[in-house]
């Protein structure tokens, strides 16, 4: 997803990367091209479509970024519903036009929250919220960064995490608390070096550069603006580069080298314009022509003013329109143009009002902005310490579970046991009761078997004596016949 995430706070100027280079120059670009002339009405062309929209030139974005807009909402494919939204919103956003953007980014965020995906909304946040850092809606702004932080803190999203941080610290620089805006970009500076990501090293690099300079700190600032610029260079991010080199004139200007801080915006504003930078053309316009104001020549000041201020008109900037009406004034009254002048006041008026005077911004918006933030960090706190410690009593409840069930198998293991023992302990009672019962049944047979043994020996005597009867008989009887 194409978005704009990274706001550098001094200039408002988006950093992004190089998509300037031609479709002939990048195979798969041509080969996702090729791919897409025969591609079906299905979510597959959708995602070739938003695939395409990564790698185009920016200019070419709407060609690709509206059919899949369609083709999704006729699919009902919510998840590049919200992509393609971004993709547009990305695409007016770098052309100027913020509240285009903004509708389109939060069309995006309303689908992304209806399907609950959770890092499509912190993108989308952040989209919403830099809009609303261009418009001077600061309270708005705040708002949706201290939502972003909290989703990207809880789902582990360090690059996520790393752009709001650097967000929030643009913020605290608007309202001038420089000290905390350099607090936050050295936290999103550690994060970004931790996941060794180039591009957002370089913008934190930048942005702590302009603290430095802003503090006087000179030969800081120019080392981490040579540190950022280094880097841009080795990746080609050009957007980047332009930043850098508005970052240097600063520095230049404040040393009073009026001829290398002209340089380096003329440099950064032929930059922007390769790449139809609206907002970083205005800031250039503006700042060349009050170098040259400076300088006495007012012919050309006035011209680059006013090319300045209609660009910041055109984009709907305030701020910027406030910047390029104070230089006008300056140079219509040292030329006497008094009426123009008094035509340019209307206009620095009008548009210092609607950001809110000094004394406001110190006195009101300053406050309120330290006291809406604060407050959102800590209902974030609140929140995650609710989740927390409802995950702590879950774990509590597991842990007395788990005890119980540990509990409840060593009872069961005990009785178990028990039971076991207890049947060991009556079976051999049992082999105990059946081995008396065959010595029982052994010896009653012989206890048997002896009686046997007499009785047969009774009777055999029995036998006998019949015997010696019988012959006894016998012999009386012959005897007494033959005494006869």
Do not use: W
Request: net charge neutral; glycine share 4%.
């Amino acid at each position: 997803m194409r978005s704009v995430l990274k706001y550098l706070f001094l200039f408002t100027i988006i950093f992004g990367p190089d998509l300037s280079f031609s479709q002939a120059e990048n195979p798969q670009l041509d080969s996702l091209l090729n791919v897409l002339k025969n591609a079906k009405e299905d979510t597959n062309k959708v995602n070739t479509l938003a695939e395409i929209c990564e790698l185009c030139a920016e200019e070419d974005i709407l060609k690709y970024a509206e059919p899949a807009l369609k083709l999704s909402e006729k699919l009902n494919f919510k998840k590049e519903i919200a992509n393609s939204l971004n993709n547009i919103g990305y695409f007016y956003s770098n052309k100027g036009e913020s509240e285009k953007a903004l509708e389109n980014y939060s069309r995006a965020l309303k689908i992304q929250e209806e399907i609950g995906n959770e890092d499509g909304i912190a993108g989308s946040l952040n989209n919403t919220a830099l809009i609303y850092t261009y418009q001077g809606q600061v309270e708005k702004a705040l708002e949706n960064y201290a939502k972003a932080l909290s989703i990207e803190e809880k789902t582990n999203d360090e690059s996520g995490t790393a752009v709001t941080l650097n967000n929030i610290g643009g913020i605290y620089y608007a309202q001038k608390q420089t000290n905390k805006a350099l607090e936050y970009y050295l936290r999103s500076l550690k994060v970004r070096e931790i996941i060794k990501e180039k591009s957002g090293i370089a913008n934190s690099l930048n942005n702590i550069a302009i603290i430095y300079s802003d503090q006087g700190k000179t030969e800081q600032a120019l080392k981490y603006f040579t540190r950022a610029i280094k880097l841009c260079e080795e990746i080609d991010e050009k957007q980047g580069i332009a930043t850098c080199l508005i970052g240097i004139a600063g520095v230049y200007s404040e040393m009073g080298q009026k001829e290398k801080t002209l340089e380096c915006y003329f440099r950064s504003l032929k930059i922007s314009e390769e790449l139809e930078d609206n907002l970083s053309i205005a800031h250039c316009l503006n700042n060349i022509g009050s170098i040259y104001r400076i300088q006495k020549k007012y012919k050309e000041a006035e011209e680059y003013c006013l090319r300045s201020l209609q660009l910041a008109r055109q984009g709907g900037y305030p701020e910027k329109m406030r910047n390029a009406s104070e230089v006008l004034i300056k140079i219509y009254k040292e030329t006497a143009n008094y009426k123009e002048a008094v035509s340019m006041f209307k206009i620095f008026k009008h548009m210092s009002d609607s950001l809110n005077n000094k004394e406001t911004q110190k006195a009101s918006v300053k406050k309120q902005m330290q006291y809406e933030f604060e407050k959102k960090e800590a209902q974030a706190k609140d929140e995650q310490d609710k989740k927390d410690l409802i995950a702590l009593e879950e774990l509590k409840q597991q842990t007395l579970q788990r005890n119980y069930s540990i509990a409840g198998f060593v009872l069961v293991l005990l009785l178990a046991g028990f039971i076991f023992r207890s049947y060991l302990q009556k079976r051999k009672d049992n082999e105990i009761i059946t081995a008396k019962k065959i010595e029982i049944d052994r010896q009653k047979d012989i206890i048997e078997e002896k009686q046997k043994e007499i009785l047969d020996s009774i009777h055999y005597a029995q036998l006998i004596q019949r015997a010696l009867l019988t012959s006894e008989i016998y012999f009386k009887k012959n005897l007494n016949r033959l005494m006869k």
